[in-house]
């Protein structure tokens, strides 16, 4: 069975520190890995991983995946109350059309 | 700009009241999905169309059916809603070519329809 497993399942930190969040995976067939932020609406799009070792990077996000190891990271610094939502982890298998969701992590910021 | 929109946002209905939820895209992505997500939980795929091919999952109750008349347009009806029907139904489009497209994995989130069952 295709799963997804996220860690922390929850995170509480204080504004300006670096966070890790970590999603694994174990599926059939891979064909990509994908990063959602959900506050109190739809999941938005955060980063599409396919290729080991290339850091996507968007502002103070960014994000790598190891496909040996089959793990992703997730990293956010100096963060916000702004950056308090639940991250989703998502795996595309191949020749599915679906993507598997981990449970997420929910990250709370602290002032 | 709406790409993916759902209506109504907020429905309520009644123990065993049919409801239809609405689903409707700008993307002309040939996929479409509905996914039921619970408090704290992540969002759990129901079935999806690729083009007008219906693919449910297996452990979709038979409760819940969908309809594609179009492209553009996808419904979600619970036959007989129950308690534990509860939820986040968010609808979600994406683009799946025979190749390796990568950009065309990503899924695009509608807002989401939050359904109440008294």
């Known amino acids: 069975e295709d799963k997804v497993v996220q860690s922390p399942l929850s995170l509480v930190v204080h504004e300006g520190d670096t966070v890790t969040l970590n999603c694994s995976y174990e599926v059939t067939n891979f064909r990509s890995l994908l990063w959602y932020k959900q506050e109190k609406k739809a999941p938005t799009f955060l980063f599409m991983l396919?290729?080991?070792?290339i850091e996507k990077k968007s502002g103070r996000l960014s994000s790598i995946l190891d496909k040996k190891e089959l793990f992703s990271i997730l990293n956010i610094t100096a963060t916000q109350t702004g950056d308090s939502a639940v991250y989703l982890c998502?795996?595309?298998?191949?020749?599915?059309?679906?993507?598997?969701f981990g449970q997420g992590t929910r990250l709370t910021i602290n002032p | 700009d709406a790409m993916v929109i759902q209506n109504p946002r907020y429905q309520v209905t009644q123990f065993g009241k049919p409801v239809t939820l609405s689903c409707s895209q700008t993307l002309n992505h040939n996929v479409m999905y509905w996914y039921q997500q619970k408090s704290s939980q992540a969002p759990k795929l129901l079935f999806h169309y690729y083009d007008k091919d219906f693919n449910n999952e297996a452990d979709t109750p038979d409760n819940f059916q969908s309809r594609r008349p179009n492209t553009s347009f996808c419904f979600l009806d619970i036959r007989s809603p129950g308690l534990g029907d509860a939820a986040m139904y968010l609808c979600a489009t994406s683009s799946i070519a025979g190749g390796f497209s990568t950009s065309t994995d990503t899924q695009y989130f509608g807002p989401g329809t939050r359904l109440t069952v008294l």
């Open positions: 396919t290729s080991s070792g």
């Open positions: 998502a795996v595309v298998i191949q020749g599915a059309q679906k993507l598997v």
